[in-house]
């Protein structure tokens, strides 16, 4: 099958995850798209093809080389996730290419256009294809095209059975955009020594830096009265909140770029006797993470002090979500080389710098297996206005099958 022709036929499963969910996966339209690779992988001839019942997929290529080759060649995961985001519906997905690009305003439907005005990194895009929504939905190349990428690489190779390599494995994970996609990985079963998630953005991206994040809950527990007798006995949670959230330190992702870490507001919802406020916190530097979490506690203590006679209070909650990979990925950074000698040997600069934001590979680097992340061609992802260009897509295929062979030899 067509590479392209695979990756829209992926899209059009819905497999949009669900937050807050105590169950992986959390929705199990995820296994739709699961039982299509398992089938697709059988049919391939890949071996130790198995679905499990969490919804991941794993499978394996064995290495064709021998002797010594074979002894000092890692065996190499390559991993994306199946679940889209639910910060945008993943049903009823419509996808469309516009050949050739122009530079001038996509038109998605009468209401919406993907226009380089708001989004100047389309002119990045001008002659090449661009596979884009209809507009009402996310696109779903975050991450399926990560998926796609893999799939026609596992195909190319066992159509070729001449080029050598050493053990590919194989995992395809459920959960990733609710940040549950690694919890219950099976590591060992995987068997690779050393992988790499592919599930980034801009074609050339080499990314082992990704932020330490934390989630910080809040309940703020107000005083209600009838606003006619109210001086001096409410204590309004509505503007208690806005008050806390004046007290943190006012680095926000609006304001911030590159290493800088932030506090993010994510939903709050109340009326004057209880209201909760859901936070993200996150920072690349971890003594800076620590002293972000600690200030989250801190400020409201202060509120509970100024305002615990009074009768409201302040209860806070932070949460560990995950830390940077680069502490794991150090030791090994032979993973980043291979990639950029693979990128640069297909025409792509690389382009190595910090995820904002986290990654099933951060979550496996500390399970003990090194995965830093490269990208798929895609852009605006978790949105309407997502978009995937297709010849970063076909280039991210070669890239895949030259980290192969660049591998070779590489185990330590």
């Known amino acids: 099958m067509d590479a392209v022709e695979r990756l829209i036929s992926y899209l059009k499963i819905d497999t949009e995850s669900v937050p807050d969910r105590d169950v992986i996966p959390s929705s199990e339209k995820q296994f739709d798209l699961a039982k299509v690779l398992e089938k697709e992988l059988r049919e391939m001839g890949v071996s130790d093809v198995r679905l499990d019942e969490h919804?991941?997929?794993?499978?394996?290529?064995?290495?064709?080389?021998?002797?010594?080759?074979?002894?000092?060649?890692?065996?190499?995961?390559l991993i994306a996730h199946m679940d889209t985001s639910p910060s945008a519906r993943g049903k009823n997905v419509n996808p469309r290419i516009v050949k050739n690009y122009d530079g001038t305003d996509i038109v998605?439907?009468?209401?919406?256009?993907?226009?380089?005005k708001i989004f100047p990194r389309l002119l990045e895009q001008v002659g090449d294809d661009l596979l884009v929504t209809d507009g009402t939905t996310l696109l779903g190349a975050d991450d399926k095209a990560g998926v796609a990428e893999i799939m026609a690489l596992v195909e190319y190779l066992q159509n070729h059975k001449e080029i050598p390599h050493g053990d590919i494995c194989i995992g395809f994970t459920p959960d990733e955009e609710v940040g549950c996609g690694a919890d219950i990985f099976d590591v060992k079963g995987f068997g690779a020594d050393v992988a790499y998630t592919v599930d980034g953005g801009k074609l050339g991206g080499v990314e082992y830096e990704n932020f330490n994040g934390a989630s910080g809950k809040l309940k703020i527990h107000g005083v209600n009265v009838h606003p006619g007798s109210a001086k001096d006995k409410m204590l309004n949670s509505l503007l208690l909140a806005m008050e806390f959230n004046s007290m943190l330190p006012q680095f926000t992702p609006a304001n911030t770029e590159g290493y800088e870490g932030f506090f993010h507001l994510c939903d709050m919802a109340g009326d004057e006797s209880l209201t909760e406020m859901n936070y993200i916190i996150r920072d690349h530097d971890?003594?800076?993470f620590e002293e972000k979490k600690r200030i989250f506690l801190d400020v409201a203590e202060k509120l509970n002090q100024k305002y615990n006679a009074k009768g409201a209070f302040f209860e806070p909650e932070v949460k560990d979500s995950y830390f940077n990979m680069a502490e794991k990925v150090k030791d090994h950074m032979y993973l980043i080389d291979v990639a950029k000698t693979a990128f640069e040997k297909e025409g792509v600069t690389p382009i190595v710098s910090p995820i904002r934001g986290g990654t099933d590979g951060a979550s496996l680097s500390y399970k003990g297996l090194p995965c830093p992340n490269l990208s798929t061609g895609g852009d605006n992802f978790h949105g309407i206005y997502e978009y995937l260009n297709l010849n970063a897509f076909h280039k991210m295929i070669a890239v895949l099958i030259r980290i192969t062979q660049e591998m070779i030899g590489k185990k330590a």
Do not use: D, I, M, Q
Request: contains cysteine; neutral net charge; hydrophobic residues 25%.
């Open 286 to 288: 971890r003594e800076k």
């Open 108 to 116: 998605l439907n009468e209401e919406e256009k993907l226009s380089p």
């Open 55 to 77: 919804c991941y997929v794993y499978g394996k290529l064995p290495s064709n080389l021998s002797g010594e080759e074979k002894a000092k060649t890692p065996a190499l995961g």
